[in-house]
Nanobody, 111 residues
Framework: QVQLVESGGGLVQAGGSLRLSCAASGSSCSISALAWYRQAPGKPREWGGIISSGRDTNYSDSVKGRFTISRDNAKNTVFLQMNSLKPADTAVYSC?????WGQGTQVPVSS
């Protein structure tokens, strides 16, 4: 069993930055790959990026170059640094260590 808790969401202006955190607890969470997804209002959930246990990362084209995923294995926490935010980035952001999901955190980006 793995528990995931996101934090750090909130209203941000276009062009601004925000850092989300995903705190994991439970068995084997420190050696697992973790992915970030987002779901904009009225749209399907979209994969944003992933970080492996060895800190290799991969990103969707929509966030590549603007978002960075990192992890602190000692604290079982993964971070999503979001820069140059756009109104199109408005969504609920969730982290997952499959098949477990966090509850999500809202990120509204104002124009």
């Amino acid at each position: 069993q793995v528990q995931l808790v996101e934090s750090g969401g909130g209203l941000v202006q276009a062009g601004g930055s925000l850092r989300l955190s995903c705190a994991a607890s439970g068995s084997s969470c420190s050696i697992s790959a973790l992915a970030w997804y987002r779901q904009a209002p009225g749209k399907p959930r979209e994969w944003g990026g992933i970080i492996s246990s060895g800190r290799d990362t991969n990103y969707s084209d929509s966030v590549k170059g603007r978002f960075t995923i990192s992890r602190d294995n000692a604290k079982n926490t993964v971070f999503l640094q979001m820069n140059s935010l756009k109104p199109a980035d408005t969504a609920v952001y969730s982290c997952t260590i499959f098949p477990y999901w966090g509850q999500g955190t809202q990120v509204p980006v104002s124009s």
